[in-house]
């Protein structure tokens, strides 16, 4: 099956000669395409075709897209979408100054998510993620994690991990699951810290690695959640069991994070707001992607990450989400982006690369999508505007048309409202 999209304004490739990631100066630079219509076959990026050879083509289907972009379908690589209830009442009582790390402690916060969770069954939580997917779809996105660390025991866990990789079977986008049962301490374990880590290590990762419930496996390293040395012992057993690893770390506090996930050569280390420059080093020139968050910056209202030095001193950059109901309830990509640019200083392009081959290199992904590049994917995202500046100059609008995953439109904008006839 052959299909060409016929005259796009433009075919922002993201092209990385090759390498599969960008860094420095390469964020920048996304290799604009004019005058050509792109080819694909099957499910692969075949050719671009300049407009005067057009008519020698002979496809099987042709896609008008004159005044509309073609980017790299958007890899959301940081979510906890997988989450039950509401937190509209801690939200109310950060709105009066009370901080979020308080209301942890008092027994809120991820706990009161974890609560809702367990009340709910397999079917209940799948009907509650399939909207938030159909979300992300819509946005352009054709690759999106999302993170277990709601169940918090074994039966939980399990269950959450079930439902994401069910979501995957059911929606055509690649749904990678990553289990972060080192998310916080549950309840019943908030005096026995031993207890909870040995759970993990010695009965939930054993399981999930033998049933391939996860890709990755998660924690969060912070004061009111895990230490470096327990989340050493955590990472040391999910490495041994072939799992990658990811890590929250440097959200309020730096105690060890960055140390602990380097160790095993982490895929990512994500948040970073609190990040100091002795760390900051050990990131010029990793493969360890930086996931940064600003939409937590945002809902928090405190620092952002120092997007602009981890840029120019060569780290590899990522955006995302981080969509869960307490630090960052906010599930637009691109409402993501343009607070990059606004709070984070970084320019429309590094934003662009930063959702697409970077965030897919955040999953171990980026060998066969993120950039428009001859053989790769046809995972696209088709842009209602001449010009890519425009998806994060609208703030908090979709300009998504229309998403293509393995070269099949999978979602195209409603008709427009209004017209008469
Ligand atoms: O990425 N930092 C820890 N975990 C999430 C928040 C989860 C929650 O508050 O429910 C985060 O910010
Ligand atoms: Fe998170």
């Known amino acids: 099956m052959i299909k060409l999209f016929l005259h796009p ?62 980017l790299p379908g958007f890899t959301e690589c940081h979510t906890h979408t997988a989450f039950a209830g509401s937190r509209s009442d801690e939200f109310r009582q950060m709105l009066r100054g009370i901080h979020y790390e308080e209301i942890a402690k008092a027994g809120g916060g991820i706990n009161t998510t974890v609560n809702a969770v367990r009340n709910l069954s397999f079917d209940e939580l799948v009907n509650i993620c399939r909207p938030r997917v159909e979300n992300f779809i819509s946005q352009g996105v054709t690759t999106l994690e999302i993170k277990s660390g709601y169940g918090l025991d074994f039966e939980n866990e399990i269950k959450l991990l079930k439902v994401i990789n069910y979501l995957n079977t059911i929606f055509k986008i690649d749904i990678i699951p990553t289990f972060l049962g080192a998310h916080t301490f549950p309840k019943e374990f908030k005096n026995d810290h031993k207890g909870y880590v040995d759970l993990i290590v010695e009965k939930m990762l054993p399981y999930i690695a033998e049933n391939n419930l996860a890709e990755f496996c998660d924690g969060f390293c912070e004061k009111t959640a895990f230490s470096a040395n327990e989340i050493d012992k955590i990472f040391s057993k999910a490495a041994g069991l072939g799992l990658g690893i990811k890590l929250h770390t440097e959200q309020f506090n730096s105690i060890g994070g960055i140390d602990a996930a380097l160790k095993y050569n982490a895929v990512s280390v994500d948040h970073l707001e609190v990040l100091k420059q002795q760390d900051l080093g050990k990131l010029t020139g990793s493969n360890t992607v930086a996931v940064l968050l600003p939409g937590v910056s945002f809902f928090l209202n405190y620092d952002y990450a120092p997007a602009r030095k981890l840029i120019d001193s060569n780290a590899i950059v990522a955006l995302a989400t981080d969509f869960n109901p307490g630090s960052s309830h906010i599930s637009g990509l691109a409402f993501i982006m343009s607070l990059a640019a606004l709070k984070m200083n970084m320019t429309v392009e590094e934003t662009i690369s930063a959702v697409t081959i970077n965030s897919a290199k955040a999953l171990n992904l980026s060998e066969d999508r993120g950039s428009i590049e001859i053989g790769k994917r046809a995972d696209l995202a088709v842009f209602n505007t001449n010009d890519f500046s425009d998806i994060v100059y609208s703030i908090g609008k979709n300009l998504n048309y229309m998403t293509i995953k393995n070269g099949n439109v999978i979602y195209s904008e409603p008709t427009r409202l209004g017209g008469k006839n």
């Not at 290799?31 to 075709?49: A, C, P, Q, R």
């Open 9 to 70: 304004s433009q075919i922002v490739t993201v092209d990385t000669k090759g390498k599969n990631i960008k860094r420095g100066t390469e964020m920048n630079d996304l290799s604009v395409v004019t005058g050509h219509s792109l080819l694909i076959e099957n499910n692969l990026i075949k050719d671009f075709i300049p407009d005067a050879s057009v008519k020698k083509i002979f496809p099987d289907e042709i896609l008008d897209v004159k005044d509309k972009i073609i």
